[in-house]
């Protein structure tokens, strides 16, 4: 069973503002892409009670608790980073949603850009 996180207060704002191609992500998506990567990260620790700080290639992820607390998205570290196992990553994406979302994301942009032209 996968642990749920919630997004602590702006938390959502960060990450759409700052994860490319992010911007006009819901919500709901953002909570379980934060959680993938939680479980993906490559690195965590504590850093005081109960806070635990999950590295994903340029992103810190601050967890106390069962709360997302902050995230950091060092941009300009121009970390060429993906992760280690593709497979784990995919099946991830199946279980939370994200490639649900992202196919019907994909085909709602096709069918606008469609009319609009």
Same mark, same amino acid.
């Given at each position: 069973?996968?642990?749920?996180?919630?997004?602590?207060k702006g938390v959502y704002n960060e990450y759409c503002r700052?994860?490319? *191609? =992010? /911007?006009?992500?819901?919500?709901?998506?953002?909570?379980?892409?934060? $959680?993938? #990567?939680?479980?993906?990260? @490559?690195?965590?620790?504590?850093?005081?009670?109960?806070?635990?700080?999950?590295?994903? *290639? =340029? /992103?810190?992820?601050?967890?106390?608790?069962?709360?997302?607390?902050? $995230?950091? #998205?060092?941009?300009?570290? @121009?970390?060429?980073?993906?992760?280690?196992?593709?497979?784990?990553?995919?099946?991830?994406? =199946?279980?939370?949603?994200?490639?649900?979302?992202?196919?019907?994301?994909?085909?709602?942009?096709?069918?606008?850009?469609?009319?609009?032209?």
């Amino acid at each position: 069973m996968i642990k749920l996180y919630q997004l602590g207060k702006g938390v959502y704002n960060e990450y759409c503002r700052t994860v490319k *191609g =992010n /911007l006009y992500t819901p919500q709901m998506i953002v909570q379980r892409k934060l $959680i993938r #990567n939680i479980l993906l990260s @490559n690195f965590n620790s504590y850093i005081g009670f109960n806070q635990r700080v999950y590295i994903y *290639g =340029n /992103l810190n992820i601050y967890v106390e608790g069962n709360t997302i607390v902050k $995230i950091k #998205n060092y941009k300009n570290n @121009n970390c060429k980073w993906y992760p280690e196992n593709k497979s784990e990553y995919n099946k991830l994406n =199946n279980i939370l949603g994200i490639t649900l979302y992202n196919k019907l994301y994909k085909e709602m942009q096709q069918m606008f850009s469609k009319k609009i032209l």
